[in-house]
């Protein structure tokens, strides 16, 4: 019967992958409901202060009723004109700290949009080539742990890079009793893959030479 260890890994690093994925996902609509909510209180507040103002003061439409009835002097008009706008001025510290809170209860989405930070592919293979001897994915995971504190770095997204890696034959991967190390690759094979590929390309030149010297 063929060996089914290959297809098996397959299977297994890509549902390693769509769980990382889901993962990523769930925090980042989490990050976005926190700031909801944080928007949400925002309103919350807002609205408890106008209200308060609003009892304090009165009815608006009161306002001009009253004065009308009493015949209140220009000075008495100018008074309850300067009150009035109290409330506009009200809505509108409202709305700036409805924004700043926006501001302030965003995730840090844009941070990982923004700046020219190296994946966590590059850091891998950089980390592989410099260690020169096998490493099994925790160590690498505590490597780049240490090497980038203010990345969140976790094990099984470095395991399966490390699988993708293995995949494209851009790493090694060994096996000693039940554990499992990962090393860079030899120049060695890299020169042999390419030796075929140089050997056809001068065989090419070999059999268009003919042709253009007659």
């Not at 098996?8 to 609509?29: G, H, M, P």
């Not at 009035?84 to 809170?101: C, D, E, M, V």
């Not at 080539?129 to 490597?143: F, H, K, L, N, Y």
């Not at 499992?180 to 090419?204: L, Q, R």
């Amino acid at each position: 019967m063929p060996d089914s260890t290959p297809l098996q890994s397959q299977y297994a690093a890509q549902i390693q992958s769509d769980l990382d994925s889901n993962v990523a996902e769930r925090e980042q609509i989490a990050g976005q409901i926190s700031a909801l909510q944080e928007q949400l209180s925002v309103l919350e507040n807002n609205h408890a202060l106008l209200a308060s103002m609003q009892q304090a003061i009165g009815p608006a439409s009161n306002t001009p009723a009253k004065a009308t009835a009493k015949g209140k002097d220009k000075a008495a008009k100018k008074t309850a004109g300067a009150t009035a706008p109290r409330i506009p001025q009200a809505r509108t510290a409202a709305k700036s700290a409805g924004r700043a809170g926006k501001k302030q209860a965003k995730p840090a989405v844009k941070a990982k949009a923004s700046g020219n930070a190296p994946t966590l592919r590059d850091l891998v293979a950089n980390h592989l080539a410099q260690s020169g001897e096998p490493r099994s994915a925790a160590e690498i995971t505590a490597g780049l742990t240490d090497a980038h504190p203010q990345r969140n770095i976790a094990g099984t997204v470095v395991r399966n890079t490390l699988e993708n890696l293995v995949a494209k034959g851009q790493a090694q991967r060994t096996r000693q009793n039940r554990s499992v190390f990962y090393t860079a690759p030899d120049a060695t094979d890299t020169s042999t893959a390419k030796g075929p590929a140089d050997s056809d390309v001068k065989k090419g030149a070999d059999a268009v030479t003919p042709a253009t010297t007659g």
